[in-house]
């Protein structure tokens, strides 16, 4: 009788989905690092969103990140194969960090077929949602294989916005000068961010958040001209409210299946900054 092997799911803490969900549905994940000034903590297990977000408002600068190294890698999947698991790994984009890269490294030194790794080219609740729908084939009892080409699939097809209620952090990143931000402030522009290639980009620039949220809802309805969504999930940066409000106003345009609200976490919330709000999918 053929022996079938367990496939074990692992990703990155840029997923942001609670650690408590990835728990319970047996998922892995490599946290980052974030550091405050000379203070190190390691995403998602001794530094919680709304530790984050306040640790955020008191600090003049912003905080940085790092990568998950390869040595932490090849912990993790020595672990699993040990166990006569296989390894499904997907990661952030690896044009944004050297994660998926680090991961590479460490499949490299151990050498064992039994490792699948997929670059998303997406990160945080784009991301997240990948990680569902990969977790349900699994369960479903897809092959690695027939998982990957499928993920091959949603890689193509993700979407995500994401829209900005302040700029303060994209000046304080010297992404904004002070006069830019000052003018930006006056018009109460949204910038609007979207994953593109890999690669973060302004995909609008609203003017007021209510304009935004109509831009964001507008680019729903051109990619689903018959108001029916299967799948998508509603994000915030510690903003549940507007998160609700949004959900609320999608629920009553379109018929979705599923919504899942995801809370983007330190990595990007970083660059993103508090009261954030965006929505991801998988285009048809």
């Not at 983007?264 to 048809?284: D, K, L, P, Q, Y």
């Amino acid at each position: 009788m053929r022996c079938i092997m367990k496939i074990t799911l692992i990703t990155d803490s840029t997923c942001d989905l609670h650690p408590k969900f990835l728990a319970e549905q047996g998922i892995l994940f490599a946290p980052l690092k974030v550091l405050f000034k000379d203070k190190e903590y390691v995403d998602k297990v001794d530094l919680t969103n709304p530790e984050f977000y306040e640790l955020m408002r008191g600090s003049k600068e912003l905080p940085t990140t790092s990568q998950v190294n390869p040595g932490e890698f090849y912990e993790l999947f020595s672990k699993e194969l040990e166990a006569g698991n296989k390894v499904l790994g997907i990661f952030l984009s690896s044009a944004l960090s050297g994660t998926y890269n680090s991961a590479v490294v460490a499949k490299d030194m151990l050498e064992n077929e039994n490792i699948h790794l997929i670059d998303s080219r997406t990160t945080s609740f784009a991301l997240g949602l990948m990680v569902i729908r990969i977790k349900k084939m699994i369960d479903e009892g897809f092959s690695i294989e027939q998982i990957q080409e499928s993920a091959s699939k949603l890689i193509e097809q993700s979407q995500l916005y994401g829209m900005l209620d302040t700029l303060e952090n994209l000046k304080k990143g010297g992404r904004l000068s002070a006069g830019k931000a000052v003018i930006g402030n006056m018009l109460n522009l949204k910038p609007i961010i979207e994953v593109k290639e890999g690669l973060v980009n302004v995909a609008e620039k609203a003017r007021g958040s209510k304009k935004g949220t109509a831009w964001m809802i507008e680019q729903l309805e051109k990619a689903f001209p018959s108001k029916v969504i299967d799948e998508m999930a509603v994000a915030h940066a510690n903003s549940q409210e507007k998160a609700a409000d949004l959900t609320n106003l999608l629920n009553a345009t379109f018929q979705i299946g599923k919504i899942h609200e995801i809370e983007i976490g330190s990595v990007v919330g970083t660059h993103a900054g508090e009261g954030a709000v965006g929505v991801t999918f998988f285009r048809n």
